[in-house]
């Protein structure tokens, strides 16, 4: 069987990659007022070049930026919108370990007025990446969901949308605005990072959504019509993904629960070309939601942890591949880490080499399943 010649490949990951100790001290000393913006952008730049080439020398055929650039893997982003803020609620969040839970602060995104994009917020990092790549530069954009999904109606200010379909119309058309820039810029490996699928999966995070006067079970068809409405200033040529997370602060997490409640609308009408699917424990069920993969897609099963340095073996990822294939054809489906290995600075608990071995880790088995 042939490796894939458009994306995703058969050996691919989720985007953010573990920061130098450099670029962590530039941060800081930004944050401190003791370098600039002109320096701190100088240094991202050279610590982006060393990992794409740590990302060429893995034998990755997509390349990203590592997320460099970002604080959180979607803050930056969504804070870049006009009008949208983030707000402290009341109460914690719970993430999951191995070892335990560990109690966080409860935030969430507030729409304060009319949603609007007066610039281009990532198109530039894109740029960067594939003016200093060969292989296929790809760039990951946080889901629009995330705005609405913590706070639900109440964070949406009433006066700027009375009628929450405008606000859905707004929010697509301010996400298509950047997918449109994009594209011109030359982007054709586009990924969406989307965690509220993933939270529906759990009864937990299901009643939190009904506790504020959500319907979980209408909440997937609504973000899938927002999805929808994003990428559909994407070009024919652009190849779409979305990476389904239940969180990843530091290896912990905060959802558990398999796809079944959320698969057939996942599936089928969400349009994307591919799935990124975490897969590597058993918080994200059994293989048998696959079935309802359509022919024409992707799924990219996230067999390999970043939540720990200890590497997979070749035999375990190749059975649940096996696995896998019983309910989606072995030609549909790829191979990449469950996740990014630094969704915010600091990153998760492990080393770069670490990093490095579970990245040729997954080069190497999909070279053995799917050929060279």
């Known amino acids: 069987m042939a490796q894939r ?3 995703p490949f058969r050996a691919d990951h989720v985007g953010s990659l573990l920061r130098p100790a450099s670029l962590l001290d530039a941060r800081e000393k930004f944050r401190k007022g003791e370098i600039g913006a002109a320096e701190l952008k100088g240094l ?6 060393g990992v794409i080439k740590l990302q060429e020398d893995a034998g990755l055929q997509s390349v990203t930026d590592g997320e460099f650039r970002r604080t ?19 109460g914690t969040a719970m993430f999951k370990t191995a ?8 935030s969430a995104f507030h729409v304060a007025g009319k949603l609007n994009r007066s610039k281009p917020i990532f198109v530039d990092h894109f740029k960067f ?23 639900g109606r109440e964070g949406i200010d009433r006066n700027a949308y009375p009628d929450m379909e405008e606000f859905y119309t707004d929010l697509s058309r301010v996400y298509s605005e950047e997918v449109a820039d994009m594209a011109a810029a ?24 009904q506790a504020i006067g959500e319907d979980p079970d209408e909440l997937p068809r609504t973000y899938a019509s927002i999805i929808n409405g994003a990428i559909a200033s994407a070009p024919a040529d652009m190849t779409t993904a979305i990476h389904l997370c239940r969180g990843n602060f530091e290896g912990a997490w905060v959802a558990e629960g398999g796809y079944e409640p959320v698969a057939d609308i996942l599936f089928n009408e969400i349009n994307v070309d591919g799935y990124f699917l975490e897969y590597d424990s058993e918080r994200a069920g059994d293989f048998s939601p696959l079935r309802f993969v359509p022919e024409g897609k992707t799924v990219v099963l996230g067999l390999v942890t970043t939540k720990s340095g200890s590497l997979e073996s070749k035999d375990n990822l190749k059975r649940r591949i096996e696995e896998a294939a019983r309910h989606c054809p072995l030609e549909r489906l790829a191979l990449s880490p469950q996740c990014g290995f630094a969704s915010g600075e600091k990153g998760n608990k492990l080393s770069v080499e670490e990093e490095v071995a579970k990245l040729l880790l997954v080069v190497e088995v999909a070279e053995e399943v799917w050929g060279k």
Do not use: M
């Not at 990446?129 to 706070?151: D, E, G, L």
């Open 5 to 7: 010649t458009r994306p």
């Open 44 to 49: 991202e730049d050279e610590a982006i070049k």
């Open 72 to 90: 959180l893997w979607h803050a930056d982003f969504l804070l870049s919108i006009e009008n949208v803020i983030s707000v402290k609620l009341a």
């Open 99 to 106: 070892e335990g839970e560990i109690e966080r602060p409860l």
């Open 129 to 151: 990446v594939a003016a200093n790549t060969s292989r296929t530069p790809k760039q990951t954009i946080p889901s629009p969901s995330i705005i609405h999904f913590r706070a």
């Open 186 to 209: 030359g982007c054709r490996y586009l990924q969406i990072d989307e965690t509220n699928f993933a939270y529906l999966c759990d009864p937990a995070l299901r009643a939190q959504a």
